[in-house]
């Protein structure tokens, strides 16, 4: 079974092998390199890129360095969405990167984040906060100091200096439980990424990213909003192109329902 290495330092290596078991891709998590270099969620460095090109930067080091052939990268981002600025939104890319065919292949979930930073007025809210969101970890900031990975009433009341206090999220795989199901999921699409071929030159990755809109209304025929087609494309020229649907609801129509 090929093996895969995986630069983490926050318990991802699990989450990526059982996705990958039926691809017969083995996972190896390896600690030595931190991660953290290329960006962290708590703001002390920013990421130097867009998150796609860190996810494949990641898989690429991955491979590089531990001579496995096969590296893996995952990263996560906020932002975007279909709502802007209305829902908070969530992605996680997970990429594999073969060294020897020089290609990438990059899984993807996104879905809402609805938790956010917390502003608590005394021990009662704090107890009702962490019984709402079990096993997630919380940042406390006390001047210059950075308290991370606090999951217990305990941990937060040895480090409050006063009331309120603020509590932000711990973003990081091992103390987020939103987070960890979504990597889950990426790496789950990466595998069936994997899994679909180029029925020209059998090459992973056949997957159909490119959508076009304009599906028209089932009413009066107008285009909409809605995917009307997906497309595939493949380095050796090959494409696909998979309808997604016959008619859009006329709810979605900019003229039956403006």
Not at 14 to 28: M, N, T
Not at 63 to 76: N, R, T, V
Not at 100 to 129: F, K, N, R, S, Y
């Amino acid at each position: 079974m090929p093996v895969a290495a995986l630069l983490t330092r926050h318990g991802k290596g699990p989450l990526l092998a059982a996705a990958l078991r039926p691809q017969e891709i083995g996972v190896i998590s390896i600690g030595y390199w931190d991660t953290d270099q290329l960006g962290t969620f708590s703001g002390e460095i920013e990421r130097p890129m867009p998150a796609l090109d860190v996810v494949r930067l990641k898989a690429i080091l991955a491979a590089d360095l531990s001579g496995c052939g096969l590296g893996l990268g995952s990263e996560g981002s906020f932002g975007g969405g279909p709502y802007p600025g209305l829902l908070p939104w969530q992605q996680e890319l997970v990429a594999l990167f073969n060294h020897d065919t020089g290609q990438c292949v990059t899984g993807v979930a996104a879905g809402p984040a609805p938790l956010g930073v917390q502003t608590l007025a005394d021990e009662q809210a704090l107890a009702q906060l962490l019984s709402r969101h079990p096993g997630q970890g919380w940042i406390l900031r006390d001047g210059d100091l950075t308290y991370k990975g606090l999951t217990s009433a305990a941990q937060v009341l040895e480090r409050v200096s006063s009331w309120p206090l603020t509590l932000e999220p711990d973003w990081r795989a091992m103390h987020s439980p939103l987070r960890s199901q979504r990597i889950r999921a990426a790496a789950d699409n990466l595998a069936q990424r994997l899994a679909a071929q180029c029925p020209a030159c059998q090459r992973p990755g056949f997957w159909p990213d490119d959508a076009e809109a304009g599906l028209p209304c089932a009413g009066c025929g107008a285009a909409t909003h809605k995917i009307q087609r997906r497309t595939a494309h493949c380095a050796c020229g090959f494409t696909r192109t998979y309808p997604v649907s016959a008619q859009a609801d006329p709810f979605d129509c900019p003229c039956c329902n403006p």
